[in-house]
Nanobody, 112 residues
Framework: VQLVESGGGLVQAGGSLRLSCAAS????????WDWYRQAPGKQRELVAS???????NYADSVKGRFTISRDNTKNAVYLQMNSVKPEDTAVYYC???????WGQGIQVTVSS
């Protein structure tokens, strides 16, 4: 199973971005997913999770601004990022819990 991320880039503070992560080669749906991020010089941190039953959880730093969602028909997970801040700048990684695999990482840069 291969995970492919897309949707990163440069955005101004207060703007929005949508990250996507799709799993190829897997027919199992309703999978639990995570989104992590790692800023320069910092440890990788958990940003959002969605359980197999679809329940989301968020880090306090993004609660109310980010939304995690999943498309079971496409075996994909998304991270809608609204009202972004410069401190959201990081490399973002999706993580497929059910196979223990990481996406390749995608850069998100928020300018002030």
């Amino acid at each position: 199973v291969q995970l492919v991320e897309s949707g990163g880039g440069l955005v101004q503070a207060g703007g929005s971005l949508r990250l996507s992560c799709a799993a190829s080669g897997s027919t199992y749906s309703f999978n639990p997913w995570d989104w992590y991020r790692q800023a320069p010089g910092k440890q990788r941190e958990l940003v959002a999770s969605i359980s197999g039953g679809g329940r989301p959880n968020y880090a306090d730093s993004v609660k109310g601004r980010f939304t995690i969602s999943r498309d079971n028909t496409k075996n994909a997970v998304y991270l809608q990022m609204n009202s972004v801040k410069p401190e959201d700048t990081a490399v973002y990684y999706c993580y497929a819990q059910w196979i223990g695999s990481w996406g390749q990482g995608i850069q998100v840069t928020v300018s002030s």
